[in-house]
């Protein structure tokens, strides 16, 4: 009997020092992933000194490094601003960006979208809006999705077909993702959901789900609110109607689309240029990681 207890304590040690250590790590990485977008280096991933790009291409280095799939050129599509800015983000009409696509291959070509918009407001004279919270978490939340369901991790099933978007323009009114829509490099009408996610660190309040009441989203949004109730992830699961304030909104009338941000703190501002790595609440970050897994699962 003593014997079966030290084995069991020794078990016990093992699977919750494991999947603690499973946990800090995923945390750890998406903490690197924003730091890295919201560095000087990357110009607050606005025009000026071709921010956008640099941000561009260290999501394509990435993807390919997790083995993601290049959808488009080289991993980019590529479109032009239709219009000048003179407020940031400072723009001019014709400026070339990209969105940012890759995707992993299923068993079937049903597909499970995840979006996110990795451009921010850039600079303004000397000022850097490092964009953190909006929305280097966001993008390193969709690139952590990514990596779980890559093939050196395979810790998701992959009956569907996964789809990552990153987009650019958001800032400037949804440009990139409306192009994207209007211009699909997939077949909407094989995706089953598309789940865009825009400013996710902090949460200490739960978690709110944009257009979460029509017809076709009701469903999903009743799902992860049932997975919420019985492992109590988050604070809360709130509900809106649809609102044109991220980059699901232009595909909600070509699949099921719908927008996740979090809820109250910490974080280090918005739209500001104290939107900062070190002000990045990831305390929360574990449970709505481990929220997501689960509600990829049941799709």
């Known amino acids: 009997m003593a014997r079966f207890t030290r084995l069991l304590a020794l078990f016990l040690i093992f699977h919750f020092s494991f999947f603690s250590s499973a946990n800090a790590q995923d945390s750890a ?3 690197r992933i924003i730091r890295d977008l919201s560095s000087p280096a990357m ?24 083995g993601v799939k290049p959808l488009g050129e080289d991993y980019y599509q590529y479109f032009q601003f239709p219009q000048t800015r003179t407020k940031p983000p400072i723009v001019e009409a014709g400026y070339r960006s990209q969105n940012v696509c890759g995707y992993i291959p299923g068993k079937t070509d049903t597909m499970i979208v995840f979006t996110a918009h ?16 909006d929305n280097a978490s966001g993008t390193a939340t969709v690139m952590d999705i990514a990596r779980m369901l890559s093939s050196t991790h395979h810790t998701l099933p992959t009956k569907y077909t996964y789809v990552f978007l ?31 996610i825009d400013l996710f660190c902090g949460g200490d309040e739960g978690l709110m789900v944009v ?39 232009y595909f909600t009338s070509h699949c099921p689309a719908i927008f996740l941000f979090t809820l109250g703190g910490p974080f280090g501002g918005y739209h500001s240029p104290t939107d900062t790595c070190d002000g990045c609440g990831l305390g929360n970050y574990n449970n709505n990681m481990t929220l997501l897994r689960e509600f990829i699962k049941q799709l």
């Open 211 to 249: 257009n979460a009441n029509a017809p076709e989203t009701r469903p999903y949004v009743d799902m992860l609110e049932t997975l919420n109730k019985e492992h109590h992830y988050a604070a809360k699961i709130g509900r809106r109607d649809n609102a044109r304030n991220s980059d699901h909104y």
């Open 29 to 31: 990485y998406v903490r």
């Open 118 to 133: 990795y451009e921010h407001l850039g600079m303004h004279g000397d000022t850097i809006f490092y964009g953190a919270h």
């Open 166 to 196: 990153f987009f650019s323009g958001e800032e400037s009114g949804l440009i990139g993702s409306h192009w994207f829509a209007e211009h699909p490099l997939i077949d909407c009408r094989k995706v089953k959901l598309l789940l865009n």
């Open 43 to 66: 110009y607050g991933r606005g025009m000026q000194h071709r921010g956008d790009s640099i941000a561009a291409d260290y999501l394509r280095r990435e993807l390919k490094t997790l």
